[in-house]
């Protein structure tokens, strides 16, 4: 196997998920893609990362958006 970088391998349009979006609408968007997480912008800049596990938690336990 040849040495792969992040750019021969990742997903492109980067589609992204805004700050302000609800969990909802990010699992909703996740699912469509088939993606297992998403960068989080704000006016355009990288604020965090959120993933399938972390909706999951969302939904499972609603306290956990709390402790965050």
Excluded: C, W
Excluded at 16 to 32: E, W
């Amino acid at each position: 196997m040849r040495d792969l970088t992040a750019r021969d391998i990742m997903t492109r349009p980067v589609n992204s998920a805004l700050q302000n979006a609800s969990a909802r609408d990010i699992a909703l968007q996740m699912l469509s893609g088939a993606y297992s997480g998403m960068p989080v912008t704000e006016r355009g800049y990288l604020v965090g990362i959120i993933a399938r596990s972390d909706i999951l938690k969302s939904f499972v336990e609603p306290e956990f958006m709390s402790h965050k």
